[in-house]
């Protein structure tokens, strides 16, 4: 905005003359003025012009000074205003470019949200897909995954999850499921609770024959293994052939001797026995599985149980002998000792003989006892001579005899020979 | 005496509001009027006289009109206003003021102030 001097009237810059101008008229004036001042004096008029306009001064900085003075608030306006104006478009640039930003950053999260949403959909989904209900399904073979084992019965054992009680190491629990392998060897116990289990199969020969009378061992003990709710399906499987033998003959032992005119029965035993002393501690009536451990077996699962309440044994007549069992191979501990049953008092047995036996896939552990020393009926006979009562008759014999057990280990199968003896 | 810029800067506006009141006009008169009152020692340059006196225009201490000097050039008259009166009664307090305060500091005992 400029300055508009007022005027009274004819004297003052015509309308519209700009501040310069008036400002030009006045300096003009007091230039004049001062002039002819001096010229009054007695300065010449070129002299007394120049000594005014030395005495005004600088007249294009009192020009400005008067021009900022009437238009540096405008100036200053309009700068100020052109300033927020291209404040303002910048921060509208800014803004924008900000909200773009945003906007794109938005648009790349929501991607990336829309990413973890839809892995974490799938994470679901696969967590939904686990927490089915726990399963157990496997495959039992003879030997080789290859050859399944058919029609056989596998059971599904539960751990209790009370400790085991002090009379023994096996476990308490249940059979929950009674199983058959379809004809691939499959087997699936479907839908479980959460707990301890293990699965147990029969124990079979190379030809997939079981018979409980010809195992020392009758089952196999799994792996135990904890099903978590919504675990699923867990999956074991079972080799149930037994491929290493045990075959037990002897030498010059009789079936049976007669003592004092009393008929005293003789027989031979074998007690076998897998990864020390844990499945023989246990007083169940029947044969459970080993309960779960920290420690697993030394020969690792799945593990043998034995066929009898409390060992695996067999007690056989010399005549029957030899008599061949077929076992897993793994480490064995055994005892061999002989027993007299004599008619009307308690069985006496022999002080046993302890082999340590590693049995091997398709060998057979050909083991065979004998006396050390006199013939058992001679032993019987002086025995006579110095007892009258048969039960500490026997006794002293059974003390004396000291048994040998002698091993060979045998490349090619043998089949068993039963003896025929009529006693 | 030499003129200290920052002293007469401060004390220019009430001198001439002060000569403008007492009769003094146009600027080539006020000049002559302020260099007589101070015996020659202020406004030796001439033309600093009109930025002062176009600032006290623009506050309303001044009001101008043109008129026609007897040589018939256009001359532009000042006239003090209330404001300008009201304004030249504060500076005058606060001179006085300010000069006993400077001069008790500087030691000066003597002052002649003049108040009208």
């Known amino acids: 905005m400029s300055q508009s001097f007022a005027s009274d009237g004819g004297a003052e810059p015509r309308d519209g003359t700009s501040s310069d101008e008036q400002l030009a008229a006045e300096i003009a004036d007091h230039l004049a003025a001062a002039a002819g001042d001096l010229k009054r004096r007695g300065e010449a008029e070129d002299e007394a012009a120049r000594l005014a306009l030395a005495r005004f001064g600088d007249v294009a900085l009192v020009k400005r000074q008067c021009w900022w003075i009437h238009n540096g608030e405008d100036f200053m306006f309009r700068t100020v205003g052109i300033a927020l104006l291209s404040l303002l478009t910048i921060g509208v640039a800014v803004v924008g470019f900000g909200a773009w930003r945003l906007q794109s950053t938005l648009t790349s999260r929501t991607e990336e949200l829309s990413e973890q949403l839809a892995s974490l959909t799938t994470t679901q989904q696969a967590m939904l897909v686990q927490q ?36 023994g190491k096996s476990a308490t629990g249940v059979v929950t499921r009674r199983l058959r392998t379809d004809a691939l060897g499959r087997f699936d116990s479907g839908i479980l609770q959460a707990g301890e289990y293990c699965v147990l199969g029969p124990l079979m020969d ?112 010399p005549a029957d002998l030899p008599r061949a069992w077929w076992l897993p191979p793994r480490d064995y501990s055994i005892e061999l000792r002989l027993s007299f049953f004599p008619t009307n008092t308690p069985v006496i047995h022999t002080k046993p003989i302890p082999i340590a036996l590693k049995l091997i896939p398709g060998r057979t ?36 005899i000291e048994l040998n057990g002698a091993v060979a280990m045998e490349e090619r199968e043998t089949l068993p020979v039963r003896n025929t003896d009529p006693h | 005496m030499a003129q200290n810029p920052d002293l007469v800067r401060g004390a220019l506006e009430p001198i001439l509001l002060e000569l403008i009141g007492t009769g003094a006009s146009y600027g080539y008169e006020i000049v002559r009027a302020v260099q007589q009152a101070s015996n020659g020692e202020l406004l030796t340059q001439e033309g600093t006289l009109y930025p002062a006196l176009h600032r006290m225009e623009k506050r309303g201490y001044l009001r101008a009109t043109w008129k026609t000097s007897p040589e018939g050039r256009k001359r532009k008259h000042y006239q003090l206003t209330g404001e300008g009166c009201r304004y030249l009664e504060a500076s005058r307090t606060e001179w006085a003021a300010f000069s006993k305060t400077v001069s008790r500091i500087l030691g000066i005992t003597h002052v002649a102030v003049v108040c009208q």
Do not use: C
Request: avoid cysteine; hydrophobic fraction near 40%.
């Open chain 1, 132 to 167: 089915r209900p726990p399963e157990i399904t496997g495959l039992a073979y003879l030997g080789d995954p290859s050859t399944p084992a058919k029609d056989v019965e596998i059971r599904v054992f539960r751990f209790s999850e009370e400790p085991a009680s002090d009379m």
């Open chain 1, 206 to 317: 190379p030809e997939g024959k079981a018979s409980e009378h010809e195992f020392l061992f009758s089952q196999l003990q799994s792996r135990p293994l904890y099903l978590t709710a919504g675990v699923g399906k867990s999956t074991v499987d079972l080799d149930l052939v037994a491929s290493a033998r045990i075959r037990l003959s002897v030498t010059d032992i009789p079936n049976v001797v007669t003592i004092a005119g009393e008929e005293v029965r003789v027989f031979v035993q074998i007690l076998v026995s897998t990864d020390g002393v844990r499945i023989f501690e246990h007083m169940q009536s029947r044969p459970q599985p080993v309960q779960p451990s920290d420690e697993p077996p030394r020969d690792g699962w799945p593990l043998p149980l034995p066929k009898s309440s409390r060992f695996a044994s067999a007690v056989q007549r």
């Open chain 1, 365 to 400: 552990a050909a083991i065979t006892v004998s006396l050390l020393g006199d013939p058992l009926e001679n032993r019987f006979i002086a025995a006579e001579k110095k007892f009258e009562n048969i039960q500490p008759l026997l006794k002293s014999v059974a003390d004396g």
